[in-house]
């Protein structure tokens, strides 16, 4: 069950993926959370690191798409001037909106990356599809208040991992 929330990776930045190495090992799309892994939960547009970093990826061949639990509004927001699909209102961990993902780029659990700030709803979403998932340091220390939720429930989680030696990263 722990299992289910264990990230394969943990990075500090998204900017630390590099979409080569994702191609090498062959990646074909790419989904991500929205806030708090591609920008802070308050604010609003995309910067132009991000541009490149999107660019990138499309430019190796890996499709991209943001997935995200937030309202169609924001979500559309980010998306469409940093360029990318999405899905909003996805309700991760539930299934439905990654398998969405997945039929509309066509590619299987296994070719696939998700990205994300919580063990409690792009983690185990993501494994639970079969993704390679990778979790980021959330940009902003504070949350929204269902976010907060989650982080209470994300420590206990992420203290156990720790005893079990599971994790190899500092925190
Ligand atoms: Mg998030």
Do not use: C
């Not at 994300?154 to 991992?161: G, K, N, P, V």
Request: hydrophobic letters at 40%.
């Amino acid at each position: 069950m722990l299992r289910k929330f264990l990230p394969d990776e943990h990075v500090e930045s998204i900017l630390d993926i590099k979409p080569d190495k994702l191609r090498q090992r062959g990646v074909k799309a790419l989904v991500t959370d929205l806030d708090n892994t591609l920008i802070a939960w308050n604010e609003k547009g995309t910067t132009p690191q991000l541009v490149h970093w999107f660019s990138s990826l499309k430019k190796v061949g890996i499709s991209v798409m943001i997935l995200s639990n937030n309202s169609e509004k924001r979500v559309k927001l980010f998306s469409d001037s940093a360029g990318v699909s999405y899905i909003y209102r996805a309700r991760k961990p539930l299934p439905f909106a990654f398998r969405r993902a997945m039929r509309i780029m066509k590619v299987t659990g296994d070719e696939m990356v998700v990205v994300g700030d919580q063990l409690m709803t792009d983690v185990l979403g993501g494994n639970q599809v079969g993704a390679h998932t990778i979790l980021v340091t959330p940009i902003a220390s504070t949350d929204g208040w269902a976010t907060k939720m989650n982080r209470h429930l994300e420590r206990f989680i992420l203290s156990l991992m720790r005893r079990k030696g599971w994790l190899k990263w500092e925190e």
